[in-house]
Every structure is written in C-alpha cells, then in structure tokens.
Nanobody
Framework: QVQLVESGGGLVQAGGSLRLSCAASGRTFSNYAMGWFRQAPGKEREFVAGISGSGVSTYLTDSVKGRFTISRDNNKNTVYLQMNSLKPEDTALYYC?????????????????WGQGTQVTVSS
C-alpha cells in the first residue's frame, strides 16, 4: 500500500479558486496513474480527473472541463488539482487515489489506494 495525504481544501466563495495537493510515499510514484474523486453527502463517489504516470495524458469529467486542471510533479511525489471558477455544486469531500498502472481509468473500482479526503466547500 502507498500512503496518500491530501491537503488544500477549505471554504471558498463561488468563482474562487483552490489548489489541492496529494503527497504519496514510495520511490516509484511515476509508475502510478493518479486520480481525483469527490463525494457529496448522499451521493456516490464520482470521478473528477485522472493523470497518467508520466503526466502526459490527462482526463477531466465534463462538469469540470475548462475549470479544473490536474497535474503532477514526480520529483515531489505529488499530484495536484487546480480548481478555478468554483461553483456551489463542487462542494464535496475530495479524494486522491492511486492505481498500480500508468494508464488512466475512470472508475473507483480500478484504483488501489486512497487518501482520507479533504473537504471543499463553495459558498454561493
């Protein structure tokens, strides 16, 4: 198992920005595709963004395209989610996830390790 620790969540007004970080343990971070998921109260955990092990390929769910950016710094064993133009409907607990492959996948069942989550709350 790889330890994942998210940070950067908080309370922000609609239209504002936050940058989430996820720090991973281990020496082979570049071997792992990474993803961000979110879960709002009473809703299923949903895929938000994914990035390949190298960082060359990314994928964003339709609701955040044009607003969010996923990136990674393999020298720091860290993946980021830059969130701009935030909306109240973005409010959720955001989870960082890792899979033992360099290839992006879009479902929670395809990820192997999870962080504990960081709360993002967007006020209207």
């Amino acid at each position: 198992q790889v330890q994942l620790v998210e940070s950067g969540g908080g309370l922000v007004q609609a239209g504002g920005s936050l940058r989430l970080s996820c720090a991973a343990s281990g020496r082979t971070f570049s071997n792992y595709a990474m993803g961000w998921f979110r879960q709002a109260p009473g809703k299923e955990r949903e895929f938000v963004a994914g990035i390949s092990g190298s960082g060359v390929s990314t994928y964003l769910t339709d609701s955040v395209k044009g607003r969010f950016t996923i990136s990674r710094d393999n020298n720091k064993n860290t993946v980021y989610l830059q969130m701009n133009s935030l909306k109240p409907e973005d409010t959720a607990l955001y989870y960082c996830a890792l899979r033992f492959s360099r290839l992006i996948r879009h479902t929670k069942e395809e990820y192997d390790d999870w962080g504990q989550g960081t709360q993002v709350t967007v006020s209207s």
